[in-house]
């Protein structure tokens, strides 16, 4: 039977009320028809239930070209649909790039939303759409703003805020280095809701030989009953003091959240990649990217509840997504080739694994790229139309949702915002969309601004 929607319940129980009343039936049945006002409520302000334990977010600095990936136009004038050829996928009639071969192979597994778009046209703004799911106060100024006090959190701050982690794990981890654009990226902190609430940022590269996370190993001469000792005496200390640190926490959430990370073995074990066969090593590329969705795969087996890997610098400075010029020349020889095999090799890792099911992964830039080519060959800064990838946490593999129009401009058929995708992160963890948290002033904000999109989901 179709379920009714809240405005119907409520006038169906209005009708019942006057049916009670005119029939002179209200002293008995009054509280009880209170009491199922009050369960209709409930129902309908019910947590969703989880789908998943943990969400990698895989982000593109710099936007890469949706015309000439995932949203290819080979009917478009040649301006626009460019040199690349498309080419099948495991899914009939879905196509992608000839430069993502190993990508097309696990679309059976990958839905693609083709109508993504914000209206932020600098990196830093857009940014905070992507990485935060909302429109940054100052617009596109967001260039100038670096204020922790105001700004807004990333998703894993904000699941670090609402969720329960009582374990020895932290709840966000972010690697392999903080993103800078003039200032530090916007969205990769946990802006007003306080710095106990910032992702463990690794700032090492997991592809270099010496790969190590100095943060996780005791001095040589702590043991860890030492350390235990410690941990006792500061809180002895800490107990007896009232006035809190600059930021605005007290002094012994840090110490707190540094002793955990140092007593967790599961921790230290998830970092060790020496661990892994050199098959798998290889399969996921011994590159910068194929090593840190490597490492994310190991921490949310650890029990990490969400991973950013931020994708800006490989080989260079130029070797990051920003195609102004050389868009062609740069996809095919610098970009794809490890995008594609990292990828692909964390998808079909996870599935082999037994962890799609209960991982999302969303990989996605702060925008896509102009239709038309410019004149240096490339495709500058375009938010109005571009696409996002989402596979495992119960994704129906091989769906395609939404549209763009012919030249890949705008949206054409069901467009879907960086709210939308927030309320999808969220709602997965079975956090409501509409749970509100408080900035530093106490003023309330919704933990996403869109609605799910649980036509995705199989």
């Keep these: ?220 001469d702590l043991s860890p009953e030492r350390m235990e000792h410690r941990e006792q005496l500061l809180s002895s200390i800490a107990a007896g003091r009232s006035a809190p640190i600059a930021a605005g926490a007290p002094l012994n959430v840090y110490q707190e959240r540094a002793f955990r990370l140092l007593r967790s073995e599961e921790v230290r074990r998830g970092f060790d990649l020496k661990t892994e066969s050199p098959a798998v090593r290889d399969r996921y590329g011994r590159h910068k990217l194929g090593q840190s969705l490597l490492l994310a795969r190991r921490l949310v087996e650890a029990g990490v509840q969400f991973v950013n890997v931020n994708d800006k610098i490989r080989n260079g400075q130029l070797a990051n997504w920003d195609s102004h010029q050389d868009n062609f020349p740069r996809l095919k020889d610098d970009l794809l080739p490890p995008a594609d095999q990292a990828f692909s090799a964390l998808v079909e890792d996870l599935d082999a694994r037994g962890l799609l099911d209960t991982t999302l992964v969303v990989a996605l830039a702060e925008f896509g790229r102009t239709p038309r080519i410019n004149g240096n060959g490339g495709r500058d800064h375009w938010p109005d139309c571009y696409s996002i990838l989402l596979a495992g946490g119960g994704i129906a593999g091989g769906a395609v949702y939404g549209a763009s129009d012919k030249l890949g401009a705008y949206p054409d058929a069901d467009p879907v915002t960086p709210g939308d995708l927030a309320a999808t992160i969220f709602s997965s963890f079975g956090i409501d969309e509409t749970t509100e948290v408080r900035d530093a002033l106490g003023r309330p904000y919704r933990v996403a601004e869109g609605r799910p999109l649980d036509a995705l989901f199989g």
């Design 1 to 220: 039977m179709r379920s009714l929607d809240p405005l119907c319940q409520n006038r169906l129980l209005r009708r019942r009320f006057l049916q009670f009343a005119a029939a002179g039936g209200l002293g008995l049945s009054l509280p009880r028809l209170f009491q199922a006002q009050a369960a209709q409520a409930a129902a309908a302000h019910s947590p969703r239930p989880a789908r998943i334990r943990s969400c990698i977010l895989l982000y593109y600095y710099g936007g890469p070209s949706h015309l000439d990936t995932y949203d290819m136009k080979p009917e478009a004038p040649a301006e626009v649909r460019g040199s690349f050829k498309s080419i099948a996928t495991r899914v009939p009639g879905l196509t992608v790039c000839e430069h993502l071969p190993q990508t097309a192979r696990v679309m059976h597994r990958v839905a693609v939303v083709r109508s993504f778009h914000h209206p932020m046209r600098n990196h830093n703004a857009a940014a905070v759409e992507a990485l935060c799911g909302r429109t940054p106060i100052k617009g596109d100024l967001e260039l100038l703003a670096n204020d922790p006090t105001v700004d807004f959190p990333c998703y894993g701050a904000t699941l670090s805020r609402l969720g329960r982690n009582d374990r020895e794990i932290p709840a966000h981890v972010a690697l392999p280095h903080v993103m800078y654009n003039v200032v530090m990226l916007p969205g990769q902190t946990a802006g007003f809701l306080g710095a106990a609430h910032n992702p463990f940022q690794v700032t090492q590269d997991p592809s270099n030989a010496n790969f190590r996370v100095g943060e996780l190993e005791l001095p040589g």
